[in-house]
C-alpha cells in the first residue's frame, strides 16, 4: 500500500531533550515535506526537500532541522525541545510529475513537550 | 503573498442537508487548488482538486469549481451523511513552490 508513515503517534518529552520524528514514504516520491498544524493556524510549513540531499526552509523552520540522506526518509529533528513547538506534525510527499495532484500526508504525530 | 481564506468554523448540519464551505484565495498567476479533508484522528486526504479556471473536481460527492474571476474555490455537497464530519482545508501551490498554503480549517459535524 502507498503511504508515507510517521513515528511515533504521539509523543510526550522534557524541555531541551533531542527528539526525531521519523518519516518514510514507499513511492519513490521525489518531494517531502514538514507541516505542523496549531488551532487557528492551520497547517503551515517548517522544511521541504526537493531530493536527496536537496532540502530549504518553510515558513515556520525555528528550532526544527532535517535531512535527507535517502529518497524515502526525511527525518525532522528537534534539537532542543521547547513548550512552543508542542503541536500536531505531519510529513507529506509528491512525485515530480505530480504537482499538480497534491502531496500524500501521513497521520501525524502528536508532541507535547512540557 | 500567497493566501487561503476559507469561512470560520464550525459548521453543524443535519443529515442530508445542502453543504456550502466558502474558499477564497489571493496568488499571483494561476495555482492549483485543493480541498483536504481530515477525519477525527487521521491525517489528511486529498478531497479533490482542480487545476485550471472553471475546472471542476469532484470526488465522493463533494464538488468545488475554479473560479478565477472571483478566486473563489468553494466546496458544495448536495445531501451530507454523517460520516462527513470532519475539518475540510483549502489549499494552493504555486507553480514553482513546493509549498502548500493553506486555510484554517473548518470543522463540519453532522448529526443523525
Known amino acids: 500500500e502507498a503511504q508515507v508513515t510517521q513515528n511515533p503517534r504521539y509523543l510526550i518529552t522534557v524541555t531541551g531533550k533531542k527528539l526525531t520524528v521519523t518519516c518514510s514514504q514507499n513511492m519513490n516520491h521525489e518531494y517531502m515535506s514538514w507541516y505542523r498544524q496549531d488551532p487557528g493556524l492551520g497547517l503551515r510549513q517548517i522544511y521541504y526537500?526537493?531530493?536527496?540531499?536537496?532540502?530549504d526552509k518553510g515558513d515556520v523552520p525555528e528550532g526544527y532541522k532535517v535531512s535527507r540522506k535517502e529518497k524515502r526518509n526525511f527525518p525532522l529533528i528537534l534539537e532542543s525541545p521547547s513548550p512552543n513547538q508542542t503541536s500536531l506534525y505531519f510529513c507529506?510527499?509528491?512525485?515530480?510529475?505530480?504537482?499538480?495532484?497534491?502531496?500524500?500526508f501521513g497521520s501525524g504525530t502528536r508532541l507535547t513537550v512540557v | 503573498g500567497n493566501s487561503v481564506t476559507q469561512m470560520e468554523g464550525p459548521v453543524t448540519l443535519s443529515e442530508e442537508a445542502f453543504l456550502t464551505i466558502n474558499c477564497t484565495y489571493t496568488?499571483?498567476?494561476?495555482?492549483?487548488l485543493f480541498w483536504y479533508v481530515q477525519y477525527p484522528g487521521e491525517g489528511l486526504q486529498l478531497l479533490l482538486k482542480?487545476?485550471?479556471?472553471?475546472d471542476k473536481g469532484s470526488n465522493k460527492g463533494f464538488e468545488a469549481t475554479y473560479r478565477k474571476e472571483t478566486t473563489s474555490f468553494h466546496l458544495e455537497k448536495g445531501s451530507v451523511q454523517v460520516s462527513d464530519s470532519a475539518v475540510y482545508f483549502c489549499?494552493?501551490?504555486?507553480?514553482?513552490?513546493?509549498?502548500?498554503?493553506f486555510g484554517k480549517g473548518t470543522k463540519l459535524t453532522v448529526n443523525p
Open positions: 526537500s526537493m531530493n536527496v540531499e536537496v532540502t
Open positions: 482542480a487545476t485550471k479556471a472553471d
Open positions: 489549499a494552493l501551490s504555486q507553480g514553482g513552490s513546493e509549498k502548500l498554503v
Open positions: 507529506a510527499s509528491r512525485g515530480r510529475r505530480e504537482a499538480n495532484y497534491g502531496y500524500t
Open positions: 496568488a499571483t498567476g494561476y495555482p492549483s
